[in-house]
């Protein structure tokens, strides 16, 4: 079953508004990490956030860990048309081999 | 951009026939892995490699086979291609410096199977 579920599924906002997505997991995790996918095209990676960071930037970037409540959030600030696309959360398991768990996505549509 | 290549990008093909993808990077990374994505489903991890000669199932191994004979190439191979495994198929690499760090994704292979 898959580990991180985003929420909300879709999201249209406009020019210069902020956007948010949540991703919930299940089991304990070492890192959680935020892709984008532009249609047609691969994954790009976006941010990194270790298991003992609660907050990290980059950019417009803004994202949070809660390992109590097994949730993570990405706040894209004054968004752009260009930010149209899916974003991913994605969980690296705290034991066993490094692989890489995604969630459904979050459709963002950021209009002019 | 990370040296990562899916061939083919596009493939359409029947029923009950063998299919091979191939996933070549230039990164000599240590982690590599095949995921497809389907609508309503995300990406779905299918095998990964942790080395050369090693690998591991995922969430949806059923029907699938990889081989991994040198670090820089892994090959997915659908034994008998059914309907069901029409989808888009990403491989990703990681772990060059630190192993439990980002992916990096190839541009994906679209496979039908008519």
């Known amino acids: 079953s898959q580990q991180g579920e985003e929420d909300p599924q879709a999201l249209s906002i406009q020019e210069g508004e902020n956007a948010t997505m949540n991703c919930s997991y299940k089991t304990s995790i070492n890192n959680l990490q935020w892709y984008r996918q532009n249609s047609g095209r691969g994954l790009v990676h976006l941010i990194l956030?270790?298991?003992?960071?609660r907050e990290k930037h980059s950019g417009r970037l803004r994202v949070t860990l809660d390992t109590s409540k097994k949730s993570s959030s990405l706040l894209i600030t004054a968004s752009r048309a260009a930010d149209t696309a899916s974003y991913f959360c994605?969980?690296?398991?705290?034991?066993?081999?490094?692989?890489?768990?995604f969630g459904k996505g979050t459709m963002l549509l950021v209009s002019p | 951009d990370a040296g990562i290549t899916q061939s083919p990008r596009h493939k359409v093909t029947e029923t009950g026939t063998p299919v091979t993808l191939r996933c070549h990077q230039t990164e000599n990374h240590r982690y590599m892995y095949w995921y497809r994505q389907d609508p309503g489903h995300g990406l779905r991890l299918i095998h990964y490699s942790y080395g050369v000669k090693d690998t591991d199932k995922g969430e949806v191994s059923d029907g699938y086979s990889v081989s991994r004979s040198k670090t820089e190439d892994f090959l997915l191979t659908l034994e008998s291609a059914t309907s069901s495994q029409t989808s888009v198929y990403f491989c990703?690499?990681?772990?060059?410096?630190?192993?439990?760090?980002?992916?990096?994704f190839g541009q994906g292979t679209r496979l039908t199977v008519v």
């Open positions: 994605a969980t690296d398991p705290l034991e066993g081999y490094s692989t890489l768990t």
């Open positions: 990703a690499i990681r772990g060059q410096g630190q192993v439990r760090a980002e992916a990096f």
């Open positions: 956030i270790r298991s003992n960071e």
